[in-house]
């Protein structure tokens, strides 16, 4: 609720008040591989609940850029079809938050997170790509930025807020429109 865009609410210019060169207005998000448990391009159903704590979603991860066994990754199937779970990134074009949205909470790369497979559940999408060491994101001004994955992304135990400074970090903070945080370079 703290970016640019937010389900069933319109923002203008003049609300981005954190400066349109410092505030993400779109993100990368690889698609998955199929038949994988890979976290780059595909989300694992956790159990955890809102808010929570992005520590939660960290714990998902397992070995070699893989989600841990056991969890339920939503992927497409052999085929590339859809499964019956939905697919993270795949319908981008819908606008629902599954399928094109981000949060700035986990570093670039990370783990993404759903409590369920339904299309317009809240989660943790982290930014994925293909790219070795980031993503490239657009800020509201227009301009496009690589962010490594080791851009300061504060606690992952914090609690997700809802107004004020962002307790992820520069990351954090690039991911709202309003929290006042003072950014240098990133």
């Given amino acids: 609720m703290r970016g640019p865009f937010v389900a069933q609410m319109a923002r203008n210019m003049s609300q981005i008040i954190d400066g349109t060169s410092n505030t993400v207005c779109l993100a990368e998000k690889a698609v998955g591989i199929a038949n994988e ?3 780059r391009g595909n989300t694992a159903v956790s159990s955890f609940s809102t808010p929570a704590s992005p520590a939660n979603c960290l714990a998902t991860t ?3 850029g893989q ?13 590339g079809a859809a499964s019956s779970t939905r697919l993270s990134s795949t319908r981008w074009a819908e606008g629902r938050v599954f399928f094109s949205g981000i949060t700035t909470v986990l570093a670039p790369n990370g783990p993404s997170c759903t409590p369920s497979d339904s299309d317009g559940t809240w ?8 790219h070795p060491g980031g993503v490239h994101v657009s800020l509201v001004d ?3 930025r690589f962010i490594s994955d080791n851009i300061d992304a504060g606690s992952p135990t914090a609690t997700e807020v809802s ?3 962002s307790p992820y970090g520069v990351w954090g903070a690039l991911g709202s429109v309003g929290g006042g945080e003072s950014l240098s370079e990133f």
Avoid at 67 to 79: C, D, F, H, R, W
Avoid at 123 to 130: E, I, M
């Fill in 163 to 165: 107004s004020g400074p």
């Fill in 123 to 130: 989660g943790v999408y982290t930014p994925t790509s293909y």
């Fill in 142 to 144: 227009g301009s496009v």
């Fill in 67 to 79: 989600y841990a066994t056991g969890l339920v990754v939503l992927a497409a199937t052999a085929t």
């Fill in 37 to 39: 448990t890979y976290i």
């Fill in 62 to 64: 397992g070995a070699n």
